[in-house]
C-alpha cells in the first residue's frame, strides 16, 4: 500500500510540468554568455564550461546578437522572437520597470515620457509636435505613435485660421530641407507664423521697427522688403484715424 501511494505522489508532482520546468542549460562552448531559450531577459555565462545563471537589470532584455561586453539592451532593440517571457517587474514611482523609457501615466499626455534608470526617473519632453511612441521608445509623428488618447496639433488651426501647409517642405538656398519653416501674415508685415516641425502653427511678431522678410526667413529693415516699406507709417495713420 505504501508504494502505491508513492506512485501516485509521483504521478501527481509531474502533472503541468513544462519543458522549461526540466530544462538544464548546457554550455555551447566553454566560454560566453548565451540566451535562455524561453526569458528574454535571461541568459547564462559559461567560464571554462561553468555554466552561470543571470539576468539583466529588471527593463532590460539580453541580446545575443550583440558584439559588446554588456549584452543587456532596451527591448525595442531586441528581437526576443519566441523568447517571450520576463523577470518580474520591479516597479518604482512612474517607473513600471526599474530600467527603460516610458510614457507618462496619463494617457492624454503623449509628448512627454520618462527615462527610468535603476528605479530613478528622468522626465523628458519630446519637440513640439512629436509624439513618444510606444513601440519604438522614441519621439516620432503623431500618425506614426497611433496613440489613441492622444490629440496632435498637426494640421490645427489658429484662431485667425492659419493652418500649416499640407505636404509642403519649405527650402533653404542650399536645398536643405528647413525644420521649423516661417510664412509671412498676409495682412501685417510685423507680423508671421512658425510652424513647428511643419506642422504645429505659433504666431511669431517682429521687434518695433522691423518687418517679415519671407526671403531671408528672418525680421528685417521695411525698406528691404517690397510692399513694407512704409508699414509704420501706414500703421500710425491707421491708429489717428
Known amino acids: 500500500m505504501r508504494g502505491l501511494f508513492l506512485v501516485v505522489l509521483l504521478v501527481c508532482g509531474?502533472?503541468?510540468?513544462?519543458?522549461?520546468?526540466?530544462?538544464?542549460?548546457?554550455?555551447?562552448?566553454?566560454?560566453?554568455?548565451?540566451?535562455?531559450?524561453?526569458?528574454?531577459?535571461?541568459?547564462?555565462?559559461?567560464?571554462?564550461?561553468?555554466?552561470?545563471?543571470?539576468?539583466?537589470?529588471d527593463g532590460l532584455v539580453f541580446d545575443p546578437t550583440s558584439k559588446l561586453a554588456n549584452k543587456c539592451d532596451q527591448p525595442y532593440n531586441v528581437d526576443c522572437k519566441d523568447r517571450t517571457e520576463l523577470q518580474k517587474a520591479k516597479p518604482i514611482g512612474v517607473c513600471p520597470r526599474q530600467n527603460g523609457f516610458f510614457p507618462h501615466p496619463d494617457n492624454t499626455i503623449c509628448n512627454v515620457f520618462y527615462n527610468c534608470v535603476n528605479g530613478r526617473e528622468i522626465e523628458m519632453n519630446c519637440v513640439a509636435g512629436l509624439h513618444f511612441s510606444l513601440k519604438t521608445g522614441t519621439c516620432v509623428w503623431p500618425d506614426m505613435a497611433n496613440r489613441?488618447?492622444?490629440?496632435?496639433?498637426?494640421?490645427?488651426?489658429?484662431?485667425?485660421?492659419?493652418?500649416?501647409?499640407?505636404?509642403?517642405?519649405?527650402?533653404?538656398?542650399?536645398?536643405?530641407?528647413?525644420?521649423?519653416?516661417?510664412?509671412?501674415?498676409?495682412?501685417?508685415?510685423?507680423?508671421?507664423?512658425?510652424?513647428?516641425?511643419?506642422?504645429?502653427?505659433?504666431?511669431?511678431?517682429?521687434?518695433?521697427?522691423?518687418?517679415?522678410?519671407?526671403?531671408?526667413?528672418?525680421?528685417?529693415?521695411?525698406?528691404?522688403?517690397?510692399?513694407?516699406?512704409?508699414?509704420?507709417?501706414?500703421?500710425?495713420?491707421?491708429?489717428?484715424?
Open 148 to 241: 489613441e488618447d492622444c490629440g496632435s496639433n498637426a494640421n490645427k488651426k489658429l484662431e485667425d485660421g492659419f493652418q500649416c501647409p499640407k505636404d509642403f517642405q519649405q527650402r533653404d538656398k542650399n536645398g536643405q530641407i528647413i525644420t521649423h519653416p516661417n510664412y509671412p501674415h498676409p495682412e501685417d508685415c510685423s507680423k508671421f507664423y512658425i510652424c513647428l516641425n511643419g506642422v504645429e502653427p505659433r504666431k511669431g511678431n517682429c521687434d518695433s521697427g522691423l518687418v517679415y522678410n519671407e526671403d531671408i526667413q528672418r525680421c528685417d529693415e521695411p525698406e528691404n522688403v517690397p510692399g513694407c516699406e512704409d508699414w509704420y507709417g501706414e500703421a500710425e495713420k491707421t491708429k489717428r484715424k
Open 14 to 57: 509531474c502533472y503541468g510540468a513544462t519543458d522549461e520546468d526540466y530544462f538544464e542549460f548546457t554550455c555551447p562552448k566553454e566560454d560566453g554568455q548565451f540566451d535562455d531559450p524561453y526569458q528574454c531577459d535571461k541568459y547564462y555565462e559559461c567560464n571554462g564550461g561553468r555554466v552561470t545563471e543571470k539576468l539583466c537589470p
